[in-house]
């Protein structure tokens, strides 16, 4: 047939992407001076090669497998939420709030609570654009961006008033109560004897947002619903014969979406700062956009993806530690990784394309 | 022969990727003739006319012009060459003159001022010589689809073709359009002009052209004089096999009313009245053809009913009243009342065209029981193995649930469409254009099966702008002009002439 195989599609392309994103991150880093090789290896000792590594690589993963997930299944319904940011800010809002103000008995109760109040306050702060595309086709994307800045507002307004507590100088609110701190990765995977770093923010999120995969990796691909949003979101007058509701579907969606990056919140804010602090979400909603068009949309990918981000967080952070490279050269790499997997994906995508084209046919020609 | 022929390709091939579009293709075109090219969707007809249009470029091979090897890198070289080519969808600018549109591209100077008027005049040259009469000051907008045609002809003529290539001309053209449209080509040819006319229609080859040349599957199966030939002996050499031409049935045994369309009105977003006051009636067991040129309000007549279109006035489904505003309207709520539709636009509407074959047959049925495995997750295995079994009995070629819908050809998307709605028993089936773009093979099956639907005693209502198929299927015929029902016939009483003249809305009852 006239397509490439999973296997060129899933591994070999995002592979090439990567490797040229390396190549010119060696080149802008050698270009300032520095040794590009020794940059590298000081990004995966520090990412990778120790259990603390690991520790800041899986939690800032666990960050990224939320809000990128979160675009995915917007993007299943061809609808760009960029508005994974505010909803995650506002998910911490929903968060801080449960745990603040609710007698928590238990860590486990309080992260079911605060599950499902970080994932309201986010499905909330989507609906909003999500009714006026629905109903007034005002531009998702458009809208989606104006509630980042609008969530960043009102945690502003809120953490130096309402919720920052008397005497303290700190935007921010009170600690939360002990029974509501999660257990970091140390204790969990001490459970079955596995060593682990215990001064590390990876904690058992982790485990929530693979779940999270799998339920969306069945939403998606196993009942009705999400047959109805990927065949809205391949065709909207299809959808339209079919008798599929327009305002449903990206009204649905966009809940979930909201939902899922709400629910980041359970990791950074509960799992991680066990209070809510300004501009808590750090970036990590817009990074989900990278790690879904990186992971393809799949959960699966997008879990490979977020490991990747995750990594290249970390590891810029040692490399910003440890050398003399700017901070900023870090958001180069970055941006760098975004650039030839996300955008520039065609380009490497047509040549190999070609070459698989052409090395079939010599094939047939060859039987 | 020492005339040079006008065209001739040598052993031209191209291959776009894995499909070999043209393999090996020779041929000749000898000046002031017309030369059909006939076969199905898909067959390379298109892909030969655009590499020698200069759109693709082939793979090897040779084309002489006039006896000239000429090499055509694009399609100025073409209209260098003296060829020039009539779209099937056309390319003008809308809010252009006729002249405008003839001269953009071949302006002379800076100013169009007297490009304008040289144009101006040669084109009163040209209408005279070719009785090819347009206002040259009219808008596009303003004219109709013949009159547009028109212009595509002049706007090749004002670049002094000598060898036109019409592409499927007639396809959105009244019957009288098309006599008329073929009596200039008559003219053309007579003036010494060299016109090669590609087409599917059987009848616009025999009517027409002198030679035809008739492609299969990227191959060139023969060349004929026309005169020496027939419609049976052309489609044989396109199918490559024995077809029937026409369609048998029995005689229709109309049982109750029903659907019941009274005093229908739909006016669109842009405020344009598209159904007036259309009533119409289908019973049990026939099939009521509507005939009429596409755009008369036909695609918004399904659209009503199959949920995806309000309107005003009453419609009944066997007595029982069809919301047809509100949240009753939709296309859920129709399947529910055993309405099924094959919509006129397959990869439009009926398909979802990056689904696998396995995921486009519940589409729009995916509440159904059958198709879920418990209260939360679809079945798809039991989708793959009613997919597997529709593809046979509908014979999807190839039979595989696992490819993607636009893998198959346009025929074998129409059939996995068919089965889809058949296959679900309606007791209303709304069809549009069941056959537009579907090879003749595939055309003689869907029509077996309408009828086989219409003999189990359901009611069918045939939307088709192919008079031929109208008059095929149809136990009656009403014909649509203007969002307005303009007469109801009976096939038998009838005939193509009569209908065209109510498909342009001219209402004689004489006729």
């Known amino acids: 047939m006239n397509r490439l195989p999973r296997w060129i599609d899933l591994i070999i392309i995002p592979a090439i992407s990567l490797l040229l994103a390396m190549l010119f991150s060696g080149l802008a880093i050698w270009s300032i001076g520095e040794d590009p090789f020794n940059a590298f290896k000081i990004m995966i000792d520090g990412s990778l090669r120790s259990t603390y590594g690991w520790g800041y690589t899986l939690y800032y993963a666990t960050n990224f497998i939320f809000t990128g997930l979160a675009v995915s299944i917007a993007f299943h319904a061809r609808l760009f939420n960029i508005g994974g940011e505010g909803q995650a800010v506002l998910g911490g809002l929903g968060v801080a709030l449960i745990c603040l103000y609710i007698p928590w008995p238990h860590w486990t109760l309080a992260l079911v609570g605060a599950s499902i109040c970080g994932a309201l306050f986010g499905a909330a702060w989507a609906a909003i654009p999500a009714f006026l595309q629905a109903k007034r086709g005002s531009h998702i994307v458009i809208t989606t961006i104006m509630f980042n800045f609008i969530a960043a507002a009102l945690l502003n307004f809120l953490l130096i008033g309402l919720l920052k507590p008397a005497k303290v100088m700190e935007p921010a609110t009170a600690k939360f109560p002990e029974a509501t701190n999660l257990p970091n990765l140390h204790e969990v995977l001490g459970l079955f004897g596995i060593p682990f770093s215990k001064a590390t923010p990876a904690n058992i999120s982790l485990f929530v947002a693979i779940a999270a995969c799998i339920v969306i990796w069945v939403l998606i691909w196993h009942t009705r619903l999400g047959y109805a949003i990927r065949s809205f979101g391949q065709s909207e007058s299809a959808a339209k014969y079919a008798g599929i509701s327009s305002t449903k579907i990206i009204m649905i969606t966009m809940l979930i979406s909201g939902a899922l990056a709400g629910m980041m919140a359970i990791n950074n804010v509960m799992g991680e700062a066990e209070r809510l602090v300004l501009n808590a979400a750090e970036g990590a909603g817009f990074i989900g956009i990278a790690v879904a068009l990186m992971g393809r949309s799949h959960p699966f990918g997008v879990f490979l993806a977020a490991l990747l981000f995750g990594f290249l967080y970390q590891g810029g952070a040692e490399l910003a530690f440890s050398t003399s490279i700017p901070r900023e050269m870090v958001v180069v790499i970055q941006s760098l990784v975004i650039l030839f997997t996300g955008a520039l994906d065609g380009m490497v995508r047509a040549p190999i394309e070609r070459l698989y084209l052409a090395m079939q046919k010599q094939k047939t020609v060859a039987e | 022969m020492d005339q040079h022929p ?22 000749r075109v000898m000046p002031g003739t017309i030369h059909g090219i006939i076969g199905e969707n898909g067959a390379g007809k298109s892909t030969l006319m655009s590499i020698l249009y200069g759109f693709y470029k082939a793979d090897s091979g040779e084309i002489f012009i006039n006896g000239n090897k000429t090499l055509i890198p694009d399609s100025q070289a073409a209209i260098a060459a003296g060829i020039g080519m009539v779209f099937q969808h056309f390319k003008l600018v809308e809010n252009f003159t006729v002249l405008e549109n003839i001269i953009l591209g071949v302006e002379d100077g800076r100013f169009l001022r007297p490009s304008l008027k040289k144009a101006q005049a040669e084109l009163t040259q040209l209408a005279n010589e070719y009785d090819l009469h347009v206002e040259p000051n009219a808008l596009i907008e303003d004219l109709g689809v013949g009159m547009l045609q028109r212009v595509e002809i002049l706007k090749a003529l004002y670049r002094k073709a000598d060898i036109l290539i019409l592409d499927e001309p007639t396809g959105v053209l ?9 009596r200039i080509l008559g003219r053309l040819r007579d003036e010494g002009k ?81 159904l007036k006051d259309v009533s119409l009636e289908v019973r049990a067991g026939e099939i009521l053809g509507l005939a009429g040129v596409s755009g008369n309000g036909q695609s918004e007549l399904l659209e009503v009913l199959g949920g995806y279109r309000k309107a005003t006035g009453t419609v009944t489904l066997s007595g029982e009243k069809i919301p047809l505003t509100g949240s009753g309207a939709n296309g859920q709520s129709r399947r529910n009342m055993g309405i099924s539709h094959v919509p006129e636009d397959r990869q439009r509407e009926g398909l979802i065209m990056e689904f ?71 007791d209303l089936l709304l069809v549009g254009q069941p056959t537009r773009g579907v090879d003749i093979g595939a055309i003689e099956f869907i029509h077996q099966q309408i009828i086989a639907l219409r003999d189990q005693g359901k009611a069918i209502l045939l939307v088709s702008v192919e008079l031929d198929e109208i008059m095929a299927l149809s136990d009656r015929i009403a014909v649509m002009f203007d969002g307005r029902i303009m007469g109801e016939r009976l096939p038998h009483e009838t005939d193509v002439k009569a209908l065209g003249l109510l498909m342009a809305g001219i209402a004689k009852e004489a006729a």
Do not use: C
Not at chain 2, 174 to 182: I, K, R, S, V
């Open chain 2, 356 to 426: 696998a074959a396995w995921e486009n047959i519940p589409f729009g049925y995916h509440n159904a029981p059958e198709f879920q495995r418990n209260r939360l997750l679809m079945n798809n295995k039991a989708v793959r193995t009613e997919t597997a079994g529709s593809m046979e009995r509908f014979d999807v070629r190839p039979p595989d649930p696992r490819l993607r819908a636009s893998g198959f050809s346009g025929g074998n998307q129409q059939k996995i469409v068919v089965a889809r709605e058949i296959e679900r028993n309606p």
């Open chain 2, 6 to 27: 006008a065209i001739e390709l040598r052993s031209i091939s191209k291959a776009f990727g894995m499909v070999q579009a043209n393999k090996d293709i020779s041929m």
């Open chain 2, 194 to 274: 060299t016109i090669i006319l590609i087409t599917h229609k059987l009848r616009e080859i025999m009517d027409i052209t002198d030679t035809v040349s008739v492609m299969r599957r990227g191959e060139m199966t023969a060349t004929v004089k026309t005169a020496s030939t027939s419609p049976e002996a052309l489609a044989e050499l396109m199918v490559g096999r024995k077809v029937l031409m026409k369609v048998d049935k029995a005689a229709a045994q109309p049982g109750d009313s029903v659907l019941q369309v009274i005093g229908l009105n739909v006016t669109d977003e842009n405020g344009v009245h598209r």
């Open chain 2, 174 to 182: 009244t019957p009288g359009e098309a006599d008329q449209l073929f």
